[in-house]
């Protein structure tokens, strides 16, 4: 069980409880449902323009994947519905692995289908979107403390893709935003995990992405664990991120722009985040819970320097239903 | 990126995967450290999950963890 509390600089708070619960029947069959609710209370721009007071919402979500193992390969099946006040999303996902060499190298590859329907509030019109993901990752341990992994991401986007809480100045007229009705993603990403002395791990991130509405950006993440005790564990990271924006983001529009918006995540911008996490897992349990029962507690910082900012501090709870081992 | 350059780069990426199975192997009784989970990418995923459902919801990039879910109206 998790619990998170979002907040940022566009007056947004989000609240968000989730559950994940995992069961293996047998050494090659596991399933693993999860629930969540994001409890929403919007004071931003998009919303204030009609609510000044602010405007409550909630999202549930709900997936289920099942995994059975034919040796040394892994195959995933699973689906995800989420339903919120003006969108709703279907998806359905696979994914398989197979190890080799030994168990030194992973290699994984998966796709997922989701159908999307948003409403364009304040209408009762109802939009369609419909994206294919795909990933394909290689995995390897090169040395007895090393192990990296390079992955390949494409993404197909159809459909409504404007952001129908927005308005663009075009003419100076508060026009609501129009973007192109398909996008097309892809992502390289290389990652290190590295085991050093006195029970140390240090952690790199890297991805680079682009699309064709010619967003280009990259990141970088680095981070470091380590063991104060065996039973308590903490991370600190910081990942950098600089985006360029969409070939058709203007902060004003003048004549007749085919595409035109105000949507803030289409803007060039850099930002950081600061990330601190404390895992505690004593010996004989959590609070008379079984032992192998733990909490995590995490606090985040991300600051751009478009001038927005946010904070999100989570708690995690981990309890073994069934036999616990001690880790 | 054109489809040729799609494919290059996705060749690129299985040949290196090849080469990098042809790396000496490490023996099951030495990977004690590698069975960390701090070793293990990705090890908390409804962590990572949350964080990059609102990384997606403010930045205008995604992708690079699997496949993803649906997304969200998330203004």
């Given at each position: 069980m998790q619990f998170h509390a979002f907040q940022d600089s566009r007056g947004v708070t989000v609240l968000s409880p989730t559950v994940d619960l995992e069961k293996?029947?047998?050494?090659r069959l596991g399933l693993r449902a999860r629930f969540g609710v994001d409890a929403i209370s919007a004071a931003s721009d998009s919303c204030a323009r009609c609510h000044s007071e602010g405007a409550n919402s909630a999202r549930a979500v709900g997936s289920l994947t099942v995994t059975r193992k034919f040796g040394d390969t892994k195959l995933a099946l699973g689906g995800e519905l989420s339903q919120e006040n003006f969108y709703r999303s279907t998806t359905l996902l696979t994914s398989i692995s197979r190890s080799l060499n030994k168990g030194n190298t992973t290699v994984a590859g998966g796709y997922s289908f989701s159908f999307n329907q948003p409403t364009l509030h304040p209408e009762e019109t109802t939009e369609q979107q419909y994206a294919h993901d795909a990933y394909l990752s290689v995995t390897h341990t090169l040395s007895k403390s090393t192990v990296v992994q390079l992955g390949y991401g494409f993404a197909q986007i159809n459909g409504y893709q404007d952001n129908p809480f927005l308005r663009a100045p075009v003419n100076d007229q508060l026009t609501l935003g129009h973007s192109p009705g398909s996008r097309r993603r892809q992502t390289l990403s290389l990652r290190l995990r590295q085991a050093l002395p006195a029970d140390t791990f240090a952690e790199v991130d890297y991805r680079r992405y682009f699309d064709d509405w010619q967003i280009h950006s990259s990141a970088v993440s680095v981070g470091l664990s380590h063991y104060f005790t065996r039973r308590l564990l903490a991370n600190v990271s910081y990942r950098w991120y600089q985006q360029t924006g969409a070939f058709?983001?203007?902060?004003s529009y003048l004549g007749n722009p085919q595409y035109f918006t105000s949507?803030?995540?289409l803007v060039p911008f850099d930002a950081g985040l600061y990330a601190g996490r404390l895992v505690y897992t004593p010996r004989n349990g959590?609070?008379?819970?079984?032992?192998g029962s733990g909490i995590t507690l995490q606090y985040e910082r991300y600051r751009a320097n478009s001038g927005f900012d946010a904070a999100i501090f989570t708690a995690g709870l981990r309890v073994p239903l069934g036999a616990g081992n001690a880790p | 990126m054109s489809m040729l350059k799609r494919a290059a780069a996705l060749c690129g990426l299985l040949v290196s995967g090849l080469l990098l199975s042809a790396c000496a192997t490490v023996k099951p009784w030495q990977r004690a450290r590698l069975a960390?989970?701090?070793?293990?990418?990705?090890?908390d995923a409804s962590l990572a999950g949350y964080r990059a459902h609102w990384l997606e919801a403010r930045e205008g990039s995604a992708g690079g963890s699997g496949v993803q879910g649906g997304g969200c109206g998330c203004k």
């Open positions: 293996d029947f047998t050494d058709f983001y203007q902060p949507d803030f995540r959590l609070w008379g819970w079984r032992v | 960390d989970p701090c070793m293990v990418f990705d090890e």
